[in-house]
């Protein structure tokens, strides 16, 4: 059955599942760790609230969490897997757009695997627009940050850069 198929509805097809094993690994990294790791100062939401989002509507739910000082918005952390043809990261410029909406200074940290995330692949190609490839692999503050890996992250690299970055938060206005 196609997307064209007069039965199919949209979304992931019955029987099939929209994830594999380094996408899995990742979403739990992010899940897990925002659940883990404590800031003074700092408290985590696991999804935006409708009140939290400009206009009222629509949803916003990061997979490591959206961080805030007080009711400023401060870190967003994602994770994104791709190959080398998809639509991840068209998915993705929404939560950045809201989040950047509501504090446009804020941390808004994404880890990038699979295929896509190869050197001039499809990944670096969308997000270069929203974050430079010369600015990639390392912590931007107050704005976007992206990490390339096709084959993933330790659970040690995603802890240390999401640390870093909540303790400059902490520590920032």
Known sequence: MTQRDKNFKGGIKKGTVATDTVAKKLDNQCKTLKESISVEGLTMQKKLRQDQIPGGIGACEPDGGAWFKGDK??????????????NAFDRWFKNF??????????CYVTFCVGEGAGDGEVM??????????????????????????????????????????LEYCAKND
């Open 97 to 106: 757009f809201v989040c950047c909406t509501i504090n446009p200074k804020v």
């Open 73 to 86: 918005l401060v870190a967003v952390f994602e994770g994104k897997k791709q190959g080398k043809s998809g």
């Open 124 to 165: 670096q190609k969308s997000m270069n627009i929203a974050c430079p490839f010369k600015n990639a692999n390392q912590f931007n503050p107050n704005g976007n940050s992206v990490y390339y890996s096709v084959e993933g992250f330790t659970d040690e690299f995603v802890e240390n850069v999401m640390k870093e970055v």
